[in-house]
């Protein structure tokens, strides 16, 4: 590798690129209002999510420099993260001057670690991490920082900002929010309607942001959590939970349930109590979730979208750092140093538009 690039790259991933807020195509207008920072966005949209596809030819897809990309996600143990793994690969493939180095999926933080170490005595461009765990990775990342390497971090967050050169993420807090928005104008002229959550692992402070939304939206229009479980975003651990819910709980009339892959379990446990008084909100936007919105013969009538187009955002954003190019359609120089995806509500009104991109739960 040339001095000259090895320096351009450095100065490619060390620079701090102010934007104010960024037109990234995945995205959405942010729920919450965000505070202003140097380099940080949230990212904007008007249309389903589909990663990286504009529709058009830009100067940005204009073959460029080649670019070596290391991935790394957690294994593939629920749909949401398959999804995440199909996209980075699909996203990769549309460029020529891209060569994906996909590393094996593993739960196993020393694995994820010594996979990333390997791209970096490999001397890869850039690497695009979804870590297992954010903490236990963030060593490691700052290690290929230091090495010149751009790294974009996906959906669990480094403890350091310096990890990472840019950052995509979902929006946990904002999807609480727009399913406490939604519920609240279905049942806002009804202060005692009695809502229900079915949380995913308490313990992640990605449930919390969740929750938090959720109560935060809900006390806008005067309505509370009456009835809250926590599952374990499985399919078994929904129907438990559900069940649960549903014994201590003689009337509901909505519910929001976080996660459309444990929802399998939590629709099954609703079946085998026969209740139908209420109508449920899911969260993540599965295929099979928008299906049963779009037949509108289930409890089921919106669900919240949690991106799962946010590491093939990542292989995006890598390839344009590597190459020196910055966002399209914003008028600062360079790529954000953070991009917030946005959590729309799917209904019968506009699921067809986001069932192209849905993951199979």
Known sequence: MSARLTTRRRLATMTVATAAAALLVT??????AEPEDDGDTTASDSDSGDSGDSGGTSANDEPGEDVVIGFS?????HGWMG??????????????DVELRQAEATNDVSLQISQIETFINDGVDAIVL??????ALTEVAEKAMEAGITVVNVDREFSSPTAARTTVLGDNYGMGVSAGHYICEQLGDNPDAVVAEIAGIDSLPLTQDRSQGFEDALGECGLDVDNRVAADFTVQGGETATSNL???????????????????????????????EFFMVGGAGSKNVMEDIKSGDS?????????STQAADG???????????SMEDTVSVGVPRTVQLFAPVVTADNVDEYLPTAFES
């Open 299 to 307: 409890v089921l009538q919106a669900t919240v979208v949690y991106p």
């Open 73 to 77: 996600a957690p294994a593939a143990d």
């Open 130 to 135: 979804l870590p297992f765990d954010g903490t």
């Open 27 to 32: 995205g959405c207008t942010s729920n919450t």
């Open 83 to 96: 999804a995440i793994t199909k996209a980075a690969v699909a996203e990769a493939e549309k460029y020529d």
């Open 246 to 276: 549903l014994q201590s709980a003689p009337q509901i009339d909505a519910i929001w349930n976080h996660d459309d892959d444990q929802g399998v379990g939590v629709l099954a446990a609703i079946e085998n109590a026969g209740r139908d």
């Open 315 to 325: 292989i995006e954003l890598a390839r344009l750092i590597v190459q020196g190019k």
